[in-house]
Nanobody, 118 residues
Framework: QVQLVESGGGLVQPGGSLRLSCAVS????????MGWYRQAPGKQRELVAA?????????ADSVKGRFTISVSRDNAENTVYLHMTSLKPEDTAVYFC??????????WGQGTQVTVSS
C-alpha cells in the first residue's frame, strides 16, 4: 500500500505562484511514476504533470513553461512537488497527487484546493 497526503493549496492572485507538496509513504519501492492531476467544477479530471522513476516528465500543454514537477527522495518517504507560476484563473481546481505502482495499481491523495482569483 501507498499513502499520499497533499498540502500547499490555497488562494492566490492571478500571476502568482504556489507550491504543492505530496508526501508519499508506504511501499514506495513499488511506484513507477508520480503525477499531479486536477479537476475543476463540472470538468473531468486531467493530467497536469507526471514524472517517472527514470526521470521522464510530461506536462499538459496548458501548463508547459509555468509548472514544474519534482521529486525528493529519502529512505522512508518521497515528496512530490508541483511548483506553479504565472497562475491563471483557469488553473483553479482541486489538485490530486497520484502514484502509479506495480500491477497497474493507482493510489490517490485526498486533493487540495487551488483558487486563482483577484
Amino acid at each position: 500500500q501507498v499513502q499520499l497526503v497533499e498540502s500547499g493549496g490555497g488562494l492566490v492572485q492571478p500571476g502568482g505562484s504556489l507550491r504543492l507538496s505530496c508526501a508519499v509513504s508506504g511501499s514506495i519501492f513499488t511506484i513507477n511514476a508520480m503525477g499531479w492531476y486536477r479537476q475543476a467544477p463540472g470538468k473531468q479530471r486531467e493530467l497536469v504533470a507526471a514524472k517517472t522513476v527514470g526521470g521522464s516528465t510530461d506536462y499538459a500543454d496548458s501548463v508547459k513553461g509555468r509548472f514544474t514537477i519534482s521529486v525528493s527522495r529519502d529512505n522512508a518517504e518521497n515528496t512530490v512537488y508541483l511548483h506553479m507560476t504565472s497562475l491563471k484563473p483557469e488553473d483553479t481546481a482541486v489538485y490530486f497527487c497520484k502514484a502509479a505502482g506495480w500491477g497497474n495499481m493507482d493510489y490517490w491523495g485526498q486533493g487540495t484546493q487551488v483558487t486563482v482569483s483577484s
